[in-house]
């Protein structure tokens, strides 16, 4: 996957779509399985804003049968067994609990006939799953004594059962929306990163491409495209107005979602605590759910207005003490204080417009042919789960103005890129016996359960350079080959692009020095970078930190691997600057 802008400009494309998140990633895959030639051009990184924002689980729709939503109830199951199919590495089955409560609706009796019906209703749950390890069991009741023998820290206060059922979990959300773009493009996208859409381009009255702009040189290029699909997500008015020239009928509002990770809480299952004592308007609009993730809990969801510009989105120390004291509240046990806060993951959702602190929903999908744009549609999702069958409704949309195209559907079972061969567990027992790969299992478990059967493709790097076979960091599952993979296969542009979104080093907190640097010298050996870019990369991914609330790493740590004399420290802006001189003789800035 290379980025290649001349490859915009070679040729006119059916499709052009406007933002690489998780929504514009399965509309380039799923128009592209039709046959169509498609271009994905985003303005910033692949999947680098709301996409990277979530609680890492791919919902069943359990939630639905409150309201008896039946079919998006069913939309939810297809689609956690659609990502449980074409992306095994990536998405695996996670168990959930709900306690129960007194004899309401929250009773065990009334949790038992609910997942009764949830089985029912998903007794397809499994087809088409190929490894057992990815089937979704069937839920069951708890009894109390044993939901306190499973969660023996959880408030039990009124508790008389739990329910327990599964959904799914998705390790590393940035990589599944990196999935479907690599995927993409394999089979004949073009797609780029850091290209800016400026404008439309028109022909005879109707929108026949897009104007765009190279983020890094300021170039100026033609997209020429019969159609343009706007999933720019947060940016999605921003879009509508430039191709339009005029600002939406219907501006989109916007809550901002916010995800603690925090150190580890509870035991190996997704937990939900009811909010108590309620005296102020609060954050959290229903349960507060506390989801194992990595080394580390992942505790969302909190909603707060905003209004601000998208690329400006941070959280306050404010919202994180409010969240906090909501979380102690339902759950005394975990005793959180800001220290144990290590990341925010936040992003934009789009808001009820008659409830503006509530979620929209459902997507939207605007024809903006009646506002006088022909050759325009956008896209304004509100779901991780359902971004592909929306992305599908989408392009259904697409082909029918074409009048083209091949059968939908496809996309429901052909396997992203990584999925093509086996089980994780197939692949690391393989991986185990290839004397090609004298590696450990933690790390060559990491890259199977990163890469999925293209992680014979970082390790080949190792036979180009065998430094590259050694870890980021002393003792750690990171290889350096992995950095300069996400170069030359991934379309990194930044350092933060590759700790964020392809290595997945930095989603669960502040990795330190020992990591950063390393792998900012990776990226100088591939991508030409000096020293002053080498030190620009690191303050800019501090200072990325920092907006997501991200606590320092309590070391000073940490020698550049570079046989530094110096000391690698923290700056008040989450840069680092180095104390002393390297071995070269050179000043440390």
Request: proline letters at 6%; aromatic letters at 6%.
């Amino acid at each position: 996957m290379q980025r290649d802008l001349d490859a915009l400009t070679r040729t006119s494309f059916d499709l052009v779509v406007i933002g690489g998140g998780i929504y514009g990633a399965c509309a380039a895959w799923e128009a592209t399985l039709r046959g169509l030639s498609v271009a994905l051009i985003e303005a910033r990184d692949f999947g680098g804003a709301t996409s990277a924002n979530s609680q890492k689980t791919i919902h069943g729709g359990l939630r639905y049968l409150q309201t008896l939503d039946l079919p998006r109830m069913r939309e939810s199951i297809r689609e956690r067994r659609t990502l449980l199919r074409i992306a095994p590495h990536l998405v695996r089955p996670l168990p959930f609990t709900l306690p129960a409560f007194g004899a309401g609706k929250h009773s065990p009796l009334a949790l038992r006939a609910a997942l009764h019906v949830n089985d029912a209703i998903s007794a397809d749950r499994n087809h088409g799953l190929a490894e057992k390890s990815q089937h979704v069991p069937a839920s069951r009741v708890l009894s109390a004594s044993a939901y306190a023998a499973l969660l023996p820290d959880v408030p039990r206060e009124g508790v008389t059962g739990a329910a327990l059922w599964y959904d799914g979990q998705v390790q590393n959300s940035e990589r599944l929306t990196l999935a479907f773009v690599h995927s993409a493009a394999q089979a004949g996208a073009v797609v780029a990163n850091y290209v800016h859409a400026v404008e439309g381009r028109r022909e005879g009255g109707r929108l026949a491409g897009v104007e765009v702009e190279d983020v890094w040189t300021g170039r100026r290029l033609t997209v020429r495209a019969r159609l343009v699909l706007n999933t720019a997500g947060a940016w999605v008015d921003r879009v509508m107005a430039a191709q339009t020239g005029r600002s939406p009928a219907r501006p989109t509002r916007w809550l901002k979602a916010l995800n603690l990770v925090t150190r580890p809480l509870g035991g190996p299952q997704r937990v939900a605590f009811g909010l108590r004592n309620r005296t102020a308007p609060s954050l959290v609009p229903g349960f507060i759910f506390v989801t194992p993730w990595q080394d580390a809990s992942l505790i969302g969801t909190a909603y707060v207005p905003y209004t601000g510009a998208p690329e400006a989105c941070s959280v306050s120390e404010e919202e994180i003490a409010a969240f906090l004291k909501e979380i102690n509240a339902a759950y005394p046990a975990a005793r959180l204080a800001r220290a144990d806060v290590r990341f925010v993951h936040l992003g934009l959702l789009p808001a009820d417009a008659r409830h503006p602190r509530q979620l929209e929903p459902h997507y939207r999908l605007i024809d903006h042919t009646a506002e006088g744009t022909p050759g325009l549609l956008s896209v304004i999702g509100v779901k991780f789960t359902t971004a592909r069958d929306v992305a599908e409704r989408a392009v259904d949309r697409v082909c029918a103005q074409l009048g083209q195209g091949g059968p939908r559907g496809r996309s429901r079972v052909t396997r992203l890129h990584g999925a093509r061969l086996g089980s994780v567990e197939a692949l690391l027992q393989e991986a185990l016996r290839d004397p090609l790969w004298d590696l450990s299992e933690p790390v060559l478990r990491r890259l199977i359960e990163t890469y999925g059967s293209a992680y014979g493709e970082v390790l080949r790097l190792v036979r180009e350079n065998l430094a590259w076979g050694q870890p980021l960091e002393l003792g750690g599952p990171v290889l350096k080959a992995e950095a300069a993979y996400a170069v030359r296969a991934e379309m990194a542009q930044t350092l933060s692009d590759v700790i964020f979104r392809r290595l997945g080093l930095g989603a669960a907190g502040h990795p330190g020095a020992a990591i950063l640097r390393p792998c900012a010298e990776v990226m100088a050996g591939e991508l030409g970078w000096d020293r002053v870019r080498v030190e620009k990369e690191l303050q800019d991914t501090g200072a990325l930190f920092k907006r997501h609330g991200a606590m320092a790493p309590q070391r000073d740590s940490a020698r550049s691997g570079r046989g530094d004399e110096g000391v690698e420290t923290m700056t008040p802006t989450g840069g680092w600057v180095t104390r002393g001189q390297n071995r070269a003789g050179a000043p440390g800035p």
